[in-house]
């Protein structure tokens, strides 16, 4: 079975954000700016996770314009990293994180990040959500990074019903022709931190609320 309307519901929902014209995410802007850095990539995703996107940004900025790239945080003092990164959640982990796979890259992939999902993977604290942002955003290679808003706004419209990012992302890789695949993260992503938002989703300037299962079986939003 292939989900032929994604193609639509990708435009409408563009159409809805050019009207509302949110800054976009912390790694599409990274994309943009950077012309394919998967390395940045990688680190800002780690950044990232329990973090307000203006915060990962601003962080990602001071933590590279005091290290290069994989060699200069491979070698980097924990301690410094901790210092830079500490605006974040969970900072200790992630300092630790950074260091870690900085290291591993370093030594196993000669400083460059691997562009496959498999050795990816293998990089310690690297799960699919990562990973597959890492392909889209640092590689330009098809595939669907799957974060809340993405596993939120997939089962309230309907394209799947399911309980985990893993078995939407299944889903939906299933589903979906992969050439629409690079789209999907991006948009989904703004959409579900300015429209169909986790708590009263803004319904009333949404375009798929005729697709909607969530807008149809409640429809107490306005
Ligand atoms: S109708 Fe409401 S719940 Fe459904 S996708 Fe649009 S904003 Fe989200």
Redesign the pocket.
């Known amino acids: 079975m292939t989900l032929d309307n994604i193609d639509i519901i990708i435009k409408k929902m563009e159409k809805a954000l050019h009207e509302k014209q949110p800054r976009h995410t912390a790694l599409r802007k990274l994309q943009m700016e950077e012309q394919d850095n998967p390395f940045k990539v990688l680190i800002a995703t780690i950044l990232s996770a329990r973090t307000r996107d203006e915060t990962t940004t601003k962080i990602l900025v001071n933590l590279f314009r005091r290290f290069k790239g994989a060699k200069d945080l491979a070698e980097a003092d924990i301690e410094e990293i901790k210092a830079i990164i500490r605006s974040t959640g969970f900072y200790n982990t992630k300092a630790e994180r950074i260091k870690n796979i900085s290291q591993l890259i370093v030594e196993k992939f000669n400083g460059e990040v691997p562009d496959n999902i498999e050795k990816l993977l293998g990089l310690p604290g690297v799960g699919r959500k990562t990973a597959n942002c890492v392909l889209v955003y640092g590689f330009n290679k098809a595939a669907i990074p799957v974060d809340v808003h993405v596993h939120r ?1 997939s089962n ?2 309907g394209l799947v019903n399911t309980k985990t990012p893993e078995k939407t992302e299944f889903h939906l890789s299933h589903t979906i022709r992969k050439k629409h695949w690079l789209r999907i993260n991006q948009t989904f992503v703004m ?1 579900g931190q300015n ?2 938002t986790p708590i009263k ?3 009333k ?5 005729g697709m ?4 149809q079986n409640t429809n107490t ?1 306005a």
Not at 205 to 209: E, F, S, T, V
Not at 212 to 215: D, I, K, L, R, S
Request: include cysteine.
């Open positions: 706004i309230r419209l959409y429209i169909c989703p803004k319904c300037l949404c375009r798929l609320k909607c299962n969530f807008y939003f």
